[in-house]
């Protein structure tokens, strides 16, 4: 028989263990409590709850069925929206800093080569740049970081936009293979898209050809291959199926080649920007190729888009194409929830566009099983807010990251904080934190 | 209280002994064999018009007295009617308020659950000017060189600009279209009328008064001529000066008595000259406050008013000051970290200007921004309020109408809801603060230009016909 006495002390052990030195992991658990929550996979559940333990969503359900953890901190909701946190899927946040100034920019690797595959962008991603909370505080707790320029211009990183270093804010490196069927890129490949093509089609056919005699390569027993060996490495990886293909595209002829090559080679593809995909839908819709759309766009700005329309979401989503709404932007990626509502202005469905910025990015970038909704299990992103998350006068009251409240901090906030309030000594004593 | 443009011009001849509507003037020679001027023709010379060459051919489209019913009218001079009516009548906006009865053939216009704002204007637009699709051809805004106060926009402006029947159908009437920014002074603004027309001056907002761009900061000093720094910008804004006030001195002499030759003339100091004289209202596209306080500074120096900051993203630095000079800022509601001098931007700058006492404007610079102005003022609103600055809708709707008209020094036509002043209206589907609403019809001088139901009132520039473009 096991004597209490003698597992005393072992037991008075591991409580006070557990009680002062719990691993910061485990933290107070939070209860936002009230409002209308808006899981995405499921549909909203008024007066609900959503409970964050840790890093990841506990529960999520009517008041009535979820029972609070001991302990919880309890954020009242009543008469709020509560949402996944946003995913702006175009991005280049933590790579530019000040756009005009090139040595804040590590975007696009500068070479006259069309092909830049093996480009990634992670290790330049600058977790402090002053971008970062900025965008949060918009209620945009995830991004992809993608690279530009060239032909093949690289892979992009999925990261949360809160961590001290990016192995905490890393969500998935190499996320995605990013491509540019444009005039910009044509340039680099002989100033003519059939030009581009060849380049595109001659890397994949060679990494394809590496990818089948990679020994041989090695031995220097093949013929010379058009790209480099970690181009060759990167491209077969996305013919593998282990990253998608993102290809920058506006016009409609456009997004027919980059349909025919990503057909071709069988990768996985994406259209980015497909201002005149509208003119496609069906056939996006049919090979269930997901585009990544700019909603507050009807400019026909260059001659490869021309047919830029305000409701070009609205008709791709009703043919069935999944469709994702970014700001295509980095310093007011903040405003991704704009998109939105321009896109619902413009007749796409709400709970289409609610699903464009959060569910449909992460699945296209293969972030779904962390991220997008509110599901047990799922990293803690969740965004309370004032009311309509669309709506121009909705403030994001609390957003979180990974279970941790951000604070309602960044350089923009101190800079009015120290002007807004006009005290005696000269601003440059004020440190812009209200304290 | 508006002035009717023909009684303006009879104004502007008894202040001024001239008006430019009096028809070309050439000189005739007196018995005495000299050359002598008619008042008409000297006050061209002074504008650097010299006759009727470049006058406004806007021809308001037909119209009817129109009446508006039962609308939340937001008038932006003040209050906000709950179920009110506006009739728009001879041009002008005849009468506001509740159960304004209808005139007998008046078209009326069920404005239940709607809302009436004045026209939107836009104090800095490149509309036309670096004109989508964006090509090199289309580029307008810049010559080479420190200072061109020679140039003048309306001789650049392509009227079948795509974005102009955009802005329209987003509720914006009048925009100021300019130059620049890559040199320090680049010439006249153009203000437009955002209605179709065959030549710039179709568009011209008839009497409107002469406006200058001119720029500071990273983009005039940006190139690989001189001046590469700010202090080279301040010196060739100070060295322009000093020439403008010799021609200045020396034309004012002989217009005094205009006998014999004039002086020789010089586009761009004709131009700097109407600038000594308070004749041209100055725009300035400055974003650091360091600049700004430079350019007020140097204004002091040459004794000429700046009418309004562009961009000014750093403006809520020094609001105390610009409201005590009673300089306006053109602002974005959030624009920030393109630049280096842009990235001090800050969301609540808008609301900032205000709350200083300051006229605060939200401008687009953008051909997006100016279809969606109202959002952006929302968005300013939004921050403001955020940040615990007190700010009544009205207030946020003058930033996009009332603010820019004083911009433009067109404030007594347009930019409110007032009696008399240019029947230029919005009709919108709901709250123009919501991200959901869209601008369902727009008048311009009591004349329909736009109506979302209806493709009869949907212009359309030349460059779309045939394209797979289809604004919406």
Known sequence: ?435 | MRIPSILLCAMIVIMLGGCAGSGPSTSADDAAGETTYDNATLENMREGTYNDAWESSYEPLPARPTVIQDATVMTAAGETIREGDVLLRDRTIDSVGTDVPVPEGARVIDGSGKYVTPGIIDSHSHLGVSATPEVGPHYDNNEEGMATPGLWMEHGVWPQGPGFARALAGGTTTALLLPGSGDVIEGRGFTAKLVPGRSPQDMKFPDAPPTLKMACGENPKGGSSYPTTRMGIAEGFRSTFIEAQKYRKQWDAWLEAPTGDPPERNLGMETLAEVLRGNMLVQVHCYRADDMTTMLEIAQEFDFEIRSFHHAVEAYKIRDRLAEEEVSASMWSDWWGFKMEAFDGIPENVALMHDAGARAIVHSDDDLEIQRLNQEAAKALRAGREAGVDITRNEALRWITAHPAWALGIQDRVGTLEEGKNADVVLWSSDPFSIYTKAQRVWVDGALVYDRNDPDYQPRSDFELGSPSTQN
Request: net charge negative; glycine share 8%.
């Open chain 1, 1 to 435: 028989m096991v004597s209490l006495r003698r597992f005393l002390p072992v037991l008075v052990l591991l409580l006070v263990g557990l009680l002062c030195c719990r691993p910061a992991a485990h933290a107070q658990p939070t209860a936002i409590v009230g409002g209308t929550v808006h899981p995405v996979s499921e549909p909203p559940i008024e007066d609900g709850v959503v409970i964050l333990e840790d890093d990841t969503i506990a529960a999520v359900g009517p008041r009535a069925e979820v029972s609070m953890p001991e302990g919880a901190r309890r954020i009242d909701a009543d008469g709020t929206v509560v949402t996944p946190g946003l995913i702006d899927a175009a991005t280049s946040t933590g790579l530019i800093e000040v756009s005009a100034v090139a040595s804040t920019r590590d975007q696009a690797l500068d070479t006259d080569d069309a092909v830049r595959a093996a480009f990634r962008v992670t290790d330049g991603i600058n977790p402090n740049s002053v971008v970062i909370p900025v965008t949060r505080l918009g209620g945009v707790t995830t991004v992809a970081s993608i690279p530009t320029g060239g032909g093949i211009s690289g892979q992009g990183a999925v990261i949360d936009l809160h961590g001290p270093t990016l192995q905490e804010m890393l969500v998935r490196d190499r996320a995605a293979m990013y491509a540019h069927f444009t005039p910009e890129a044509a340039e680099a490949a002989g100033e003519a898209r059939g030009g581009l093509a060849l380049r595109l089609r001659e890397a994949f056919e060679d990494a394809q050809f590496y990818a089948e005699n990679e020994d041989a390569y090695q031995e220097g027993a093949t013929r010379s291959l058009s790209v480099s060996r970690l181009d060759l490495e990167a491209l077969a990886s996305v013919l593998a199926g282990d990253r998608p293909l993102v290809v920058r595209a506006a016009r409609a002829s456009d997004i027919d080649a980059a349909l025919r090559i990503a057909e071709e080679f069988d990768v996985s593809l994406r259209i980015l920007g497909g201002e005149e995909a509208w003119m496609r839908a069906e056939r996006l819709a049919d090979a269930e190729v997901p585009v990544i759309v700019k909603a507050l766009d009807n400019l026909p700005a260059e001659f490869d888009r021309l047919g830029t329309r305000f409701d070009n979401a609205t008709q791709l989503s009703e043919a069935g194409v999944p469709v994702i709404l970014s700001t295509l932007d980095t310093h007011n990626a903040r405003n991704l929830r704009l998109e939105a509502g321009h896109a619902v202005r413009h007749g796409m469905d709400w709970d289409a566009a609610l699903r464009a910025v959060t569910e449909a990015p992460a699945r296209a970038l293969g972030v779904h099983d962390t991220h997008g909704s509110l599901e047990p299990g799922k990293t803690a992103n969740v965004v309370v807010w004032s009311g309509d998350p669309f709506e121009l006068m909705t403030s994001a009251r609390h957003v979180f990251i990974g279970g941790t409240r951000v604070e309602d901090d960044s350089r923009q906030k101190r800079l009015m904080r120290r002007y807004r309030d006009q005290e005696e000594q000269p601003q440059a004593y004020d440190d812009g934190t209200g304290q």
